[in-house]
T-cell receptor
């Protein structure tokens, strides 16, 4: 079956530091890959996505590149802000065989200090 | 544009009482609909999903049930709540098609069973 593995958190950084949150996946087919963000007390929001190998998804200064050879989709940001403090989820969606069930990682909490 | 609504936002219910949570989607037709539960620890647990009116798939056997009486309405129910049903309930939708689409989440319902 499919799976998504994220680095354990919390990740604690100072403002303007560089961020990397690792994500690796296993899939039986050729999935789309996503990063979602969840702010305290809210639902998840789509942050970025990539649908094929070597695609780079980007949004709000965050980036992630679909690496098929290493089955990875690491999230990066060059300079984090306090407002980036949230939980980040890596996910894949394959849709093979008529399946409409995405697979989520367990989430990585990011805490940014001023 | 599409929007997704959930209500109520918060709910405190005694053990053994019934439950009804509602989710509606606007601005799209024939969406795939999902119910998730998020307990402490942040992970998402898929409870039910639906690809059409009256079509419900259960991922976790338990005392919850779901119904889809209209195309853009998804209801989560229970006849008798358990303490273990406490959590943050999220509804989500995705577009029909390949199954590789992103999901859009509602704001969530915080349920506390006392």
């Amino acid at each position: 079956g499919n799976s998504v593995t994220q680095m354990e958190g919390p990740v604690t950084l100072s403002e303007e530091a560089f961020l990397t949150i690792n994500c690796t996946y296993t899939a039986t087919g050729y999935p789309s890959l996503f990063w979602y963000v969840q702010y305290p007390g809210e639902g998840l929001q789509l942050l970025l996505k990539a649908t094929k190998a070597d695609d780079k998804g980007s949004n709000k200064g965050f980036e992630a590149t679909y690496r098929k050879e290493t089955t990875s989709f690491h999230l990066e940001k060059g300079s984090v802000q306090v407002s980036d403090s949230a939980v980040y989820f890596c996910a894949l969606s394959e849709g093979s065989g008529g399946s409409y069930i995405p697979t989520f990682g367990r989430g990585t909490s990011l805490i940014v200090h001023p | 544009s599409q929007t997704i609504h959930q209500w109520p936002a918060t709910l405190v219910q005694p053990v053994g009482s019934p439950l009804s949570l509602e989710c509606t989607v606007e601005g799209t037709s024939n969406p795939n609909l999902y119910w998730y539960r998020q307990a402490a620890g942040r992970g998402l647990q898929l409870l039910f999903y639906s690809v059409g009116i009256g079509q419900i798939s259960s991922e976790v056997p338990q005392n919850l049930s779901a119904s889809r009486p209209q195309d853009r309405q998804f209801i989560l129910s229970s006849k008798k709540l358990l303490l273990s049903d406490s959590g943050f309930y999220l509804c989500a939708w995705s577009g029909q098609g390949t199954g590789r689409n992103e999901q859009y989440f509602g704001p969530g319902t915080r349920l506390t069973v006392t």
